[in-house]
């Protein structure tokens, strides 16, 4: 079992930017690949960036290429999503997960807000 637990969520202007963090806890968490989706009202989850559990290479979707980037601490349990020039369009719960299997995302959190304002 892995636990995640998503912070660093909240209200930004467009064009700012937010970092979220999300702290893995369990056995063997360091050895998961790990990832961010986000949902927005109305809509589907939809995949945002991934990470594989040695840091070595990252994914991203092509609506937030060059302007998010993920990353990873396997010393902290913790993987972080850099999000700069935030749009309006970003706006949705935020989501970790990890995966074992890469592509089958077993664990997820409780998800995070980010509102971006125009």
């Known amino acids: 079992q892995v636990q995640l ?10 064009g700012g930017s937010l970092r979220l963090s999300c702290l893995a806890s369990g056995r063997t968490s360091s050895n998961y690949h790990l990832g961010w989706f986000r949902q927005a009202p109305g809509k589907e989850r939809e995949f945002v960036a991934a990470i594989i559990w040695t840091g070595g290479s990252t994914y991203y979707a092509d609506s937030v290429k060059g302007r998010f980037t993920i990353s990873r601490d396997n010393a902290k349990n913790t993987v972080y999503l850099q ?13 970790c997960a990890a995966s074992a299997v890469w592509g089958k995302w077993d664990y997820w959190g409780q998800g995070t807000q980010v509102t971006v304002s125009s």
């Open 5 to 14: 637990v998503e912070s660093g969520g909240g209200l930004v202007q467009a």
């Open 83 to 95: 999000m700069n020039s935030l749009k309006t369009e970003d706006t949705a719960v935020y989501y």
